[in-house]
């Protein structure tokens, strides 16, 4: 688990692959609880004024992780907000073990196949899966990263549990820890 797990919860880190359902789970659940909700790629692009695409193919995916991990630390110290995160920003060592007291990190988990077919059509700001055989990219990347999103204190099933369902199950959560502090 990682280190900013205890309640009350202040802000949720959406985590997982791309087409995951963090952004939409995001947007009910920032409704429910009616707090900000707040996309990681789109502050980036508003920050720099390029698309995601556009940033990878301009100035490399170094550059783009760069830019993800200052803006992660800014989005990180709100308050009473819903942060969906880029499938990237979280697979990467450490990320979720460090994060600030009152954070509550939720891995959404999804297959491959259900992750590309809820990518296609927005593949514009996904240029890590416009590759030939996308399964098999979104494959080998999951099984990369699973280590790490796997740091993260909750997971649901955004396979078979619909947006709904999930957004009121971490709702659930967030009043359960503030009932629990007083
Ligand atoms: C990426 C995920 C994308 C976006 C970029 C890289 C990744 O965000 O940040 O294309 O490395 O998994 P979403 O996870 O919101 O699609």
Redesign the pocket.
Known sequence: MGSGDRGPFRRVLLV?????G??SVGRALADLLQWEFV???EA?VEEVGLS??EI?RVHG?GR?RDL?AVVGAQLLSRNEVVL??????A?QSGRLKDLPAGTLSVWLQVSPETAVRR?RG?LV?????DTPDPVRTATR?MRA?EVHYRAAALFLDSESEGIEALAKGIAARIKGSEAESG
């Not at 969906?84 to 920003?89: K, Q, S």
């Not at 700001?125 to 899966?129: C, D, E, M």
């Open positions: 997982g692959f791309m087409g995951s963090k952004s996309d990681f790629d980036i995601i695409s990878f995916e783009f993800e969906a995160v880029g499938g990237g920003w697979a990518n927005s700001g996904r240029p890590l899966l990347l990263r």
